[in-house]
Each structure stands twice: as structure tokens, then as C-alpha cells.
């Protein structure tokens, strides 16, 4: 292909600051990698906003194009594993982090960070799940696979209106699960149960509560996205054999804690990093859901913006203001 200019979002350093703005960028400047993808949808996820404000633990080097999910087209392919007008997804990995990323029309992978698009799935829906939603379902997907027996299960969710909490909210409500969602934004209470919770708390109803390292039972499993404080709070007050999975550190990397939940009650503590997750567990999310796993309110999840409302985007979720998912249209 002739070398040729395409729209990106550029992060760079402007004095103490960083900005991001969109530039025409050249195909000429990507890294030179097996698949070059014409990327239709990206979604914003946390990690973005961070590589986009200079965050060397996530992106050492700048101008840089952050966005960690891309979906597409390929448009040139040096792999046997993937032909040209091949529809995509690529999630993590390094891309958006140190490889430009999904907020440009084109990125530039090697062939084993992809997944095919899996039959059922539109590469819009599949970046209204993005890695926000696939982290959400393999920590579903732990749970589901763990021993406890109930006729009609309950799941805590925290961070319930974030990326990962309202796609969790979604997909447990979607098999069968009675969702308790916690949030700071009563105000989006409705939001949450049009995704099928059940019960909408304020999160200092999870937080407030003794210092006691075992307090009484109100939840068999939970999906934290939140960390720090209220995951210490959470293993205090889920139930004998329950389970915990957590993915995220919005109020920090300590987690300081008690045992006795573990020895006395057998709760279960699991990490989810989709981020490095083994490619046969992505590809079998990814086919469950495009079928099975496909939340009936996938389509109330995301808001579709372009390119340029990625700025203010980015300042919202970093304030914490941001409310389900966001979706990059770059067509
Ligand atoms: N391990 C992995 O593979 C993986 C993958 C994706 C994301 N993550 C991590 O998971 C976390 C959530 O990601 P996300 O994309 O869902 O982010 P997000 O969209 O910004 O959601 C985070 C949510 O946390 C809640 N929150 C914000 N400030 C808080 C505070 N001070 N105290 C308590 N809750 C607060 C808010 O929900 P409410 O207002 O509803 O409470 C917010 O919407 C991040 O730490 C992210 O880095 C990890």
C-alpha cells in the first residue's frame, strides 16, 4: 500500500502538560508488524486515559496514539493466519500502550494478538464490549466455574456505573443472577437497572462498616472493580464459600486485610488481568459472547462518540465521571 495519511489521536507533552488532540499521521510511521488493520471502533477504557496523560508506567514514549482495543478490517496481512477484508478484534496485548493504538484509523499488530471476529458479533458490538466488557466476563466466567450451588445466585458489583461494572451488571443480570450494583451516582440508578440490577446501594453501604474482620453474610459472590478499602470490605461480608473477583485498583495497589474470611469462612480471592490473558480463553469469551454471554442490554451499555470528544472523554473517566461504556466510531 502507498504510504498514505490517516486520523489518530496524538498524547505529547506540552510543557508540564499533555495534551491530545487528532493529527494526520503516516502509515510509514507505524511499527512494521505482521497485520495492518483499518480499525472501525475503538472503545475508552481506563488505562487509555492514563496513557493518554503521560503515565510512563503505561507509555514510555511520546507523541504517542493511546486506545488498548481496536476492531477492523485487515488490510494488509504478512500472516497465514489472517487475509485481507478479514473483520478483527485486537485487545491489550501492548497495544495503546507502547504500540499506537486503537485511537487511530490504523494499527499495526503481530498476527497472534488477534482474535477473528467471532460469527454473530458486528465489530460495533464487539468494541461496546471492548477489554472493559472481556475483563468483566472472565471474571463471570471464574465465577461461574466456582463449587457453590444456588438455586437463584447473587452477585455484589462495584463500580457498578464504570466500563467493567455496568458490563458485569449486564451479563450476570443476563444469566440469571439477582445484581446487587454499587455506586457513588444514585443519580444513575435507573441506568443500573435498566442493565438488570436488582438492587442499587451506595457504595458507602459496602465501605461504612466495622473494623471486625468477619462481618455478617450479605453477599455470596461479588465482581470488585474498585479495590483497595471496599475490596478489604467486601471479603469481610461475603458469605461461607463465596467467591471475589477483582480487576481493578481505582482507590489503589494496597489491599490491607484479614484472613480469617479466608480460613474461617473459604472465600475465594481472584485476579482478572485481561490484558495477558492466553489467547484460547480470549477466543472462547469472545464465541460466548457473541452468543450465550451476549448481555440483552448490550445496546444500552455505550455511547458512540468520534475522535475528537476523545479529550473530554478522557478528563471524565479520569475524574471518575464516567457512566457505562464509551464507543469510538473512526469510519
Ligand atoms: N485487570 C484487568 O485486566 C483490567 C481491565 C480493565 C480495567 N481494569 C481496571 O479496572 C478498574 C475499572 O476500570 P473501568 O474501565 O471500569 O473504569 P471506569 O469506567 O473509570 O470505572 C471505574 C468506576 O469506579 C468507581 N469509582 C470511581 N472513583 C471511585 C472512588 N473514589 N471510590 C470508589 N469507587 C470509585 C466509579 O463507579 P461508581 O460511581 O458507579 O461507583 C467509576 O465509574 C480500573 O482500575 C482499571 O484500570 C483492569
Not at 116 to 136: Q, V, Y
Not at 269 to 298: C, F, H, Q, V
Request: glycine share 10%; charged share 20%; with cysteine.
Amino acid at each position: 500500500m502507498a504510504d498514505e495519511s490517516y486520523e489518530a489521536i496524538v498524547a505529547e507533552q506540552v510543557g508540564e502538560k499533555f495534551t491530545q488532540s487528532v493529527k494526520e499521521c503516516l502509515l510509514s510511521d507505524l511499527p512494521d508488524n505482521d497485520v495492518l488493520i483499518r480499525v472501525h471502533y475503538s472503545s475508552l477504557n481506563y488505562k487509555d486515559a492514563l496513557s493518554a496523560t503521560g503515565h510512563k508506567g503505561i507509555t514510555k514514549f511520546y507523541p504517542f496514539t493511546p486506545g488498548i482495543d481496536a476492531a477492523g478490517i485487515v488490510a494488509i496481512s504478512n500472516s497465514a493466519l489472517f487475509s485481507e477484508g478479514d473483520e478483527v478484534i485486537v485487545t491489550s496485548y501492548d497495544l495503546g500502550m507502547n504500540t499506537p493504538g486503537g485511537f487511530g484509523q490504523y494499527i499495526s499488530v503481530p498476527a497472534d494478538w488477534i482474535v477473528p471476529l467471532p460469527k454473530n458479533l458486528s465489530l460495533k458490538e464487539s468494541m461496546t464490549i471492548g477489554t472493559s466488557g472481556l475483563t468483566a466476563a472472565i471474571g463471570i466466567d471464574k465465577l461461574t466455574r466456582h463449587s457453590f450451588n444456588q438455586d437463584s445466585p447473587e452477585a455484589l458489583v462495584t463500580g457498578a456505573t464504570g466500563g467493567v461494572g455496568s458490563f458485569a451488571v449486564a451479563l450476570l443480570a443476563h444469566l440469571n443472577y439477582r445484581v446487587v450494583a454499587a455506586t457513588g451516582k444514585m443519580d444513575q440508578a435507573d441506568f443500573l437497572t435498566s442493565l438488570g440490577a436488582g438492587t442499587v446501594i451506595h457504595r458507602d453501604d459496602v465501605l461504612n462498616v466495622p473494623e471486625n474482620p468477619l462481618l455478617s453474610s450479605r453477599w455470596p459472590a461479588a465482581i470488585d472493580t474498585v479495590g483497595g478499602k471496599i475490596l478489604d470490605s467486601i471479603l469481610r461480608q461475603v458469605s461461607h464459600n463465596g467467591f471475589v473477583a477483582c480487576c481493578g485498583n481505582v482507590l489503589g495497589n494496597q489491599l490491607d486485610t484479614s484472613i480469617l474470611p479466608f480460613i474461617l469462612r473459604g472465600i475465594t480471592l481472584a485476579g482478572i488481568d485481561s490484558g495477558i490473558a492466553r489467547m484460547e480463553l480470549r477466543k472462547t469469551i469472545w464465541n460466548k459472547l457473541a452468543d450465550e454471554w451476549k448481555p440483552a442490554a448490550l445496546h444500552k451499555l455505550a455511547r458512540e462518540v468520534k475522535l475528537h470528544d476523545l479529550p473530554k472523554e478522557i478528563e471524565a473517566i479520569l475524574n471518575g465521571k464516567q457512566i457505562g461504556k464509551v464507543l469510538v466510531n473512526l469510519l
